[in-house]
């Protein structure tokens, strides 16, 4: 198929676009930007910036991929923004760039930006995250795969937020969310195993067990986090669920929530 440009639409000279992308009504992709095929981009969308979005994404009007970082320490040059494959971006949604030029902020496979959802600078998405409506991630936040994160919540800079967990609604986390774990509050306090999360995602009964004693472990126990660790190597448990929170707590810059 070829590609359907509306007459209305802008694409400057030097974008690369795939063979069956469609840009809407009054949209515009910049000169330094690269479409993969079968991406949608709806009427009133902006796509700019060194800006390189993958295959059958959807952008939603109003949204705006590629804007210029916030971080006023930006000096000048082309920093990136790479998108892969399967994502939607809803209403007015914000996806900005990296603020040194080699950089790129990076948004991976199947995931579901809401209305107004931002994602800063110099940030990491991995795949299958849903951000609701009005989320917002500072600058060089990281999340793991199928998180969530609620309406109207805000991430603080250099936060991560582990593969399975989930930020509730208004939350304001301003340290690291553990994998497999709910937060929520302001300062988001870990509350319990995401449950529902886990078991939407497959997780069998013996394995949701073995993360409700980490959860004990480092939360029920009155414990801090270099003794959690400590007893958990020495609890016998190994498994690929003990291993991945250990391996994050051991790389927490900002403690844990």
């Not at 991995?126 to 990281?142: C, F, P, R």
């Not at 009155?222 to 020495?234: L, T």
């Amino acid at each position: 198929m070829a590609i359907d440009i509306h007459p209305s639409a802008i694409v400057e000279r030097g974008a690369e676009l795939a063979d069956d992308v469609v840009v809407g009504a009054y949209s515009h992709v910049g000169e330094l930007a690269s479409i993969g095929a079968g991406t949608v981009v709806s009427h009133h969308v902006t796509v700019d910036g060194r800006t390189q979005i993958g295959e059958r994404n959807v952008l939603h009007p109003y949204s705006y991929v590629g804007a210029p970082t916030h971080d006023l320490k930006y000096s000048g040059g082309e920093p990136g923004l790479k998108v892969g494959n399967g994502n939607v971006f809803r209403e007015y949604c914000t996806m900005h760039v990296a603020t040194k030029a080699e950089n790129e902020t990076l948004i991976g496979n199947g995931n579901v930006f809401l209305a107004y959802a931002h994602v800063g600078h110099d940030c990491i998405v991995g795949n299958g995250v849903i951000m609701s409506s009005q989320a917002a991630l500072g600058g060089h936040v990281t999340l793991g795969d199928f998180a969530n994160i609620g309406w109207n919540s805000g991430i603080h800079q250099f936060c991560r937020v582990g593969k399975y967990a989930m930020v509730g609604a208004s939350a304001k986390a301003t340290q690291d969310i553990p994998p497999y774990m709910l937060a929520d509050g302001i300062p988001a306090k870990v509350r319990c195993p995401n449950f529902v999360n886990l078991r939407r995602r497959g997780f069998s009964e013996g394995k949701i067990s073995q993360i409700k004693e980490i959860f004990k472990i480092f939360y029920l126990r009155k414990f801090n986090r270099m003794q959690a660790m400590e007893i958990m190597m020495n609890s016998g448990i190994s498994s690929d669920l003990t291993d991945e929170i250990l391996n994050f707590a051991a790389n927490s810059i900002r403690g844990f929530a």
